[in-house]
């Protein structure tokens, strides 16, 4: 099979993160599944990003193998200057310790978020000291050298809490640049949902779109109707999906989602891996 080859890699796509100029604004860039690096005049945020091939040796001799659809898009270690990481949740296309070791020995003064009901993994994971990453719970915020992250719950398949009630499974509202970003993470609609996340006044929304079939054998994401659908009901001022074109048994195509948001007059934008987008504060309200 002939890899998907992304819109910018390697060497271009890293000569364009470094001259993008995001003025008031931001740029970012889809790196594939769930990944995107945003880019403000200050500050470089890099959400959930899985830049290697540790699934697909992992299952290479299984029933379930991970076989890549798109070409990995940069090393991981090329990302420079990145001041906030963030994972979403455990499933190692979100936490993968191959590429964030990577990214911490390029950036070893980064920041990194993830869930707190999720700390010891993590820092098992990536070799950390476990005090170091920064640890949220669903409905806390923090700010981070003017970068600032809401927690919210991400139901994959379902609102998962631990004993203490923390949430292993985030979304993040991300405010940087001017511009308030949703990220998911991956999950389910959920009651409540939609009211929960209006208030923040997203400007765009970054969703999975592989959907929830159970004989994949793996937790299930929002198909892209549900996306657009619920992309039109927090008030986005636009969507991008995200979550396919990866792995082979376990993608969707962005036609559905694209139906969907036409039908309902909600603005989208489908990249390409290794594209980016340039959005301005004044024009995303």
């Not at 290479?60 to 991970?66: F, K, M, Y």
């Not at 979304?171 to 923040?200: C, K, N």
Request: proline residues 6%; charged residues 25%; aromatic residues 6%.
């Amino acid at each position: 099979m002939t890899l998907i080859a992304p819109k910018l890699s390697d060497d271009a796509l890293a000569a364009d993160i470094e001259a993008a100029d995001p003025g008031g604004g931001i740029v970012l860039w889809w790196l594939g599944q769930s990944g995107f690096l945003i880019k403000s005049a200050t500050q470089r945020v890099l959400l959930d990003p899985y830049l290697s091939d540790s699934l697909t040796h992992k299952y290479e001799h299984t029933d379930r193998p991970h076989v890549r659809m798109t070409r990995l898009a940069i090393d991981p270690g090329r990302l420079r200057a990145i001041d906030v990481v963030t994972s979403s949740h455990n499933h190692t296309d979100h936490l993968d310790g191959e590429t964030l070791t990577a990214v911490f020995a390029s950036n070893p003064e980064a920041a990194f978020v993830i869930p707190e009901a999720n700390r010891d993994f993590v820092a098992d994971r990536v070799q950390r000291e476990r005090t170091s990453p920064r640890g949220l719970r669903d409905g806390e915020s923090l700010t981070i050298d003017g970068v600032t992250i809401h927690a919210v719950p991400a139901a994959h398949n379902e609102i998962d809490r631990d004993a203490e009630g923390r949430c292993k499974y985030l979304g993040y509202i991300v405010q940087i640049g001017g511009v308030t970003i949703y990220h998911s993470g991956d999950t389910l609609l959920y009651p409540g949902m939609a009211e929960m996340l209006r208030p923040f006044a997203v400007d765009v929304a970054l969703l999975p779109i592989n959907g929830n079939r159970p004989e994949r054998r793996v937790a299930g994401n929002l198909f892209g109707d549900e996306a657009a659908q619920l992309a039109r009901d927090i008030g986005a001022q636009l969507v991008i999906p995200c979550h396919y074109d990866l792995f082979e048994f376990n993608t969707e195509s962005p036609a559905l989602f694209v139906e969907t948001c036409r039908k309902l007059s909600q603005p989208y934008r489908v990249l390409e891996c290794g594209e980016r987008l340039a959005i301005d504060p004044a024009s995303a309200k």
